[in-house]
């Protein structure tokens, strides 16, 4: 009995952990057959998506209407896999292979064509526009300098963490508000935190799988690292130590969480609130969640609905806050976009 126990115990916690009610949904529209990547902007008024059946798309969400279509070549092969949206500047990049394309917001112009030798797996901005952070598919993130269209800083995870004499692939990159420090994640189960300016190497955390999704929060206090089928983690940029372990189960935060699969998760898109009190995660099992900062305690979890009940699981690829906080935006790869009154 006691061994049936052990194992009954964790599934009855992650049913009690995802049995919340979801909350009141205040739009929902089909934006496209689906996306390859999607972002919202900081202010939550526009979505940025890279479209599986079109040019990439940026979205007015005041009006759910298209305020520009992006497309490098007229031509149906070419389509954008990855965006990003700067801050503080009008300025958006899409990725298509191995060209990084920058556009206006305020004019729709194109803005400049950076093309490198190899496919361009994942890219951050930095808020003022002018420095790119690029995964590259030979296992490098570089850090590179838009107007003088030169590398600053090549970045690489060699594979010590894993027991691996080469390098690994680097799945995802961030750079920080200041623009001081970037954050990559990779295949060898770490994510590392890097100086900019000198490249140097100040933290690396190691995880339980591969490293898919890295964030700063808008304050400069934390680093947002998870992996895939494991666990999502903010850490303290002040000293590196562990700030705080997501939970989304009912497991209690003042226990270790047990080695057990119920309890992972794959996070697949992460935001915090404009003043650093919340923080919002969606998940490839069409869940969102929001947590309160900064001791990362779960406020509230919800399944997203499907407007077509037979297409299969929804991975969430963006989340925001709206202005005050109030509501929740959220993009699936099957192209549905909603909004969530979530308090």
Sequence with gaps: MRNISRFVLPGLLLLLGGCEDRPQQTYQW?????????????????LLSADVDAAARL?????????????????????STNVALAKSSPIAATVEFDTVMLWNTDSGMPENRLTFPLRVKALDISPDGNFLLLALADSTAIYFDINANRVL????????????????????????????????????????????????????WRHGNTVNLVKFDLQSRFAFTAADNDHAYLWSLADGRLQSQLRSSAWPKSLPVPEFPVFNTTTTAVNFSEDGMLLVTGHAAERICVWQLPQGDKLRCWKVTRQNLLNPGMVIQAVAFNANASAVLSIAGTGEAQQWQWR
């Design 59 to 79: 979205w007015d969400l005041q009006n759910n209407q298209v305020k520009y279509s992006w497309q490098s070549e007229q031509k149906e092969t070419v389509r």
């Design 153 to 204: 800083q090549v970045f690489e995870h060699d594979g010590s963490a894993v027991d691996s004499p080469v390098k690994h692939p680097i799945n995802t990159v961030a750079i920080s508000p200041d623009g001081e420090t970037a954050l990559t994640g990779g295949d060898d189960r770490t994510a590392r935190l890097w100086d900019l300016q000198t490249g140097e190497q100040l933290q690396n």
């Design 30 to 46: 089909q934006h496209s057959e689906g996306s390859y990547a999607a972002t919202f902007s900081a202010d939550g008024n526009f």
